[in-house]
């Protein structure tokens, strides 16, 4: 069966530090991924999704960055992170477009 | 992205209440989607529907989606305190330009013993 990992599951960094938070993908091939970002509990954001290695889209002008070094990983980045970067961020996967996204436990992000 | 609009915000049952929410729409959906999420995790999907008019049912949970492609209703029947959790619907739209999954906002359950 498919499964996803995330980590770490929380992160406490100052304002100005650089960010990388991973994401795998274990039991499928070329699977669509996905990072979100939810504020308060609430409202998923779609900030990046990759549809192959390499293959990044951004949903949202972002001081983030996305790349997929390898199939089934997937990984969020800053060089300098900003207060606003503080939330949830979670990411998915699904066979395809058309399919169900499959969420990981997620990221608590706080920026001091 | 289209704009879902899901109620209730939010919903106090009493366990063994049947529960009911929902989400609308302006625009057309290829797929509904309904996920539940409990504190610090990640949402999981509980009903995926693919086609105007499918009923389905998870358990105690059942989901349609509408005729119109403009919404959907999750139904939970005999509460029990573990239903407790924010549920969200999704939208797919799937286009020549792309595709787009749109959220709701959620509706947040509380159910007491």
């Known amino acids: 069966s498919q499964t996803i990992h995330q980590w770490p599951a929380t992160l406490v960094q100052p304002v100005g530090s650089p960010l990388s938070l991973e994401c795998t993908v274990e039991?499928?091939?070329?699977?669509?991924l996905y990072w979100y970002r939810q504020a308060a509990g609430r409202g998923l954001q779609l900030l990046f999704y990759?549809?192959?290695?390499?293959?990044i889209s951004s949903e949202v002008p972002q001081n983030l960055s996305a790349s997929r070094p390898q199939d089934r990983q997937f990984i969020l980045s800053s060089k300098k992170l900003l207060l606003s970067d503080s939330g949830f961020y979670l990411c998915?996967?699904?066979?395809?477009?058309?399919?169900?996204?499959?969420f990981g436990d997620g990221t608590r992000l706080s920026i001091l | 992205g289209q704009q879902l609009n899901q109620s209730p915000q939010s919903m106090f049952i009493q366990e063994g209440e049947d529960v009911s929410m929902n989400c609308t729409s302006s625009s057309i959906f290829n797929t509904w989607l309904w996920y539940k999420q409990e504190p610090g995790e990640g949402p999981v999907l509980l009903i995926a529907l693919y086609k105007a008019g499918e009923l389905t049912s998870n358990g105690r949970l059942t989901a349609q989606f509408g005729i119109t492609r403009k919404d959907s209703f999750l139904n939970i029947s005999a509460s029990i305190p573990s239903d407790v959790g924010i549920y969200f619907c999704?939208?797919?739209?799937?286009?020549?330009?792309?595709?787009?999954?749109?959220f709701g906002k959620g509706t947040s359950l509380l159910v007491t013993p």
């Open positions: 039991g499928t091939s070329n699977p669509n």
């Open positions: 999704a939208g797919l739209l799937i286009s020549n330009s792309g595709y787009a999954l749109n």
């Open positions: 990759s549809v192959g290695i390499g293959q």
């Open positions: 998915a996967w699904s066979n395809g477009v058309r399919q169900p996204q499959h």
